[in-house]
């Protein structure tokens, strides 16, 4: 079971310090300026900034952040603690609750994948007014239960990449969720150690 988890540990951190990150269209995507997108062909995304254009099919460097890096408009919109700074935006959990309840219903269709998109860039600031609903207002539905839970599994890729002289260039920001695969190894583990730890007491 410590192999397990050390294992779990092990793909987990490999993940989250991937040198490259690659972002794909979604199929079915809609042809306009958002998401939903694929990161390395397999994480399900969407854009947290609208100021800030990404190329798909480049292989960008990353960090995976609690928040975005100087993106959009570095508002959170009445997120929770800590607050954004000039260079921290941190993701705002009503974006965070959308993303763990309605990620996968988002999908089922481009105008609903426009309306998800919509909802979060409104929720983090980066839309002034709410824009016209197509077929689900995930805005209201967050809106009517107003959750401030901090989802630990869902975070920020901030994507970068550098110019000939060095400079960042094509920075962008999206909502990087694990694999489950790699959630079921680490739980595994953890159970493992736990019974390990017990049997020890015992």
Do not use: H
Request: net charge negative.
């Amino acid at each position: 079971m410590l192999l397990i988890l050390l294992l779990a540990i092990g793909i987990f951190t490999q993940n989250a310090s991937a040198l490259t990150y690659t972002i794909t269209s979604y199929p079915e995507r809609p042809a306009w300026g958002g998401g939903a997108f694929l990161i390395n062909e397999d994480i399900v995304t969407y854009c947290l900034e609208r100021s800030e254009q990404i190329t798909l099919g480049v292989a960008y460097l990353g960090t995976i952040d609690d928040y975005a890096i100087a993106g959009g408009n570095k508002t959170n919109n009445g997120g929770i603690e800590p607050p954004s700074t000039p260079t921290q935006d941190y993701l705002n959990p009503w974006s965070e609750w959308l993303v763990a309840k309605y990620l996968s219903d988002s999908l089922t269709s481009q105008n609903k994948m426009k309306d998800f998109q919509n909802a979060i860039w409104y929720i983090e600031g980066e839309w002034s007014a709410p824009q016209p609903v197509l077929d689900t207002n995930y805005y209201a539905l967050v809106a009517a239960v107003s959750p401030t839970t901090d989802y630990a599994w869902i975070r920020v890729l901030n994507l970068y990449e550098y110019d000939a002289q060095r400079n960042i260039i094509n920075r962008q920001s999206v909502i990087i969720t694990p694999e489950p695969g790699t959630l079921l190894l680490l739980g595994a583990g953890l159970l493992g150690v736990g019974f390990l730890v017990r049997r020890r007491f015992n």
